[in-house]
C-alpha cells in the first residue's frame, strides 16, 4: 500500500477534538457512576489519548500545550514505609452483603490531600502499593488497562503485578461475613474513574474553554 501524505490539524481542529474527548470522558462518568462500572475501560482509554505521550504517540494535551499546567493530584503521598498495601485514589466501601474499592470522587474523597502537581509527577507518582510493596502510577494503571486489558486490546497475557493487582487481590484485602472471606474486586477501573475525575478537574480550573 503506498504511503499516503499526512497533513497537520490545524489549532482550531485539535481544540474541537479536545472537546469532544472531553465531552465523551464525562458521558463514560457518568455511565460509571450509573452502575456500569465496565466502561471504565473506555475511560482508560481516553486518558490514553489525553494523556500518553511517546514516540508517535502524542498526547491530545500536550499538542495544545496543557501538560505545562499543574494536575489536581487527590492521592497524596504513599508510605513507602508502611508494610500494608496502600490504594491512594480510592477508599473502602463495605456493605452488609461484601465490599469493594471505590473511587474517591464517589465516596466524598478526602478534601485533606488535594494538591497541585507538575504533570510529569502527577503521572508518575505511585499511587498503589501491594503487599508485595510493588508499586504503580498512574501511567502504569491507564497503560495497562487501555493498551493490555480492554481498552483498545485485550491481550493474552498480561504484566505479571498488574495481572496480581487486577485477578489475584495482590493487595490482600478481604470481606468476612462470619462464615466466608471473599477477596476485594481489583481497584483498577475504580482508579481509572478518580484519574478521570482529576483531568477534569484540572480542566475545568485550568483551561475551562473546553470543559463539555
Known amino acids: 500500500m503506498t504511503k499516503q501524505k499526512r497533513k497537520a490539524r490545524s489549532k482550531g ?4 477534538e479536545l472537546r469532544n474527548q472531553l465531552a465523551l470522558l464525562k458521558h463514560a462518568c457518568d455511565a460509571f457512576d450509573n452502575g456500569f462500572t465496565h466502561i471504565g475501560k473506555h475511560i482508560a482509554l481516553t486518558l490514553r489519548v489525553l494523556l500518553y505521550h511517546h514516540g508517535q504517540s502524542q498526547a491530545l494535551l500536550r499538542q495544545l500545550g496543557l501538560l505545562d499546567k499543574r494536575f489536581l493530584d487527590s492521592a497524596g503521598d504513599i508510605d513507602r514505609r508502611n508494610e500494608l498495601s496502600e ?15 471505590l473511587a474517591k470522587c464517589l465516596s466524598g474523597g478526602d478534601t485533606n490531600s488535594l494538591r497541585w502537581l ?6 508518575n507518582n505511585p499511587v498503589i502499593k ?13 497503560l495497562n488497562v487501555a493498551d493490555t486489558d480492554g481498552g483498545a486490546h485485550v491481550d493474552s497475557e498480561l ?13 490482600g484485602w478481604n470481606f468476612f461475613d462470619g462464615e466466608k472471606s471473599t477477596p476485594f474486586i481489583g481497584p483498577e477501573l475504580q ?22
Open 13 to 16: 481542529d485539535l481544540e474541537q
Open 118 to 123: 507538575s504533570f510529569e509527577n502527577w503521572w
Open 87 to 101: 490504594w491512594r485514589l480510592c477508599v473502602f466501601r463495605l456493605r452488609s452483603d461484601g465490599g469493594n474499592f
Open 159 to 171: 504484566e505479571e503485578a498488574y495481572m496480581a493487582l487486577s485477578r489475584e487481590n495482590s493487595l
Open 191 to 212: 482508579c481509572m474513574r478518580q484519574i478521570a475525575h482529576e483531568v477534569l478537574e484540572t480542566i475545568k480550573k485550568k483551561a475551562p474553554q473546553y470543559c463539555p
Open 130 to 142: 501491594d503487599k508485595q510493596h510493588r508499586f504503580f502510577n498512574r501511567r502504569e494503571l491507564v
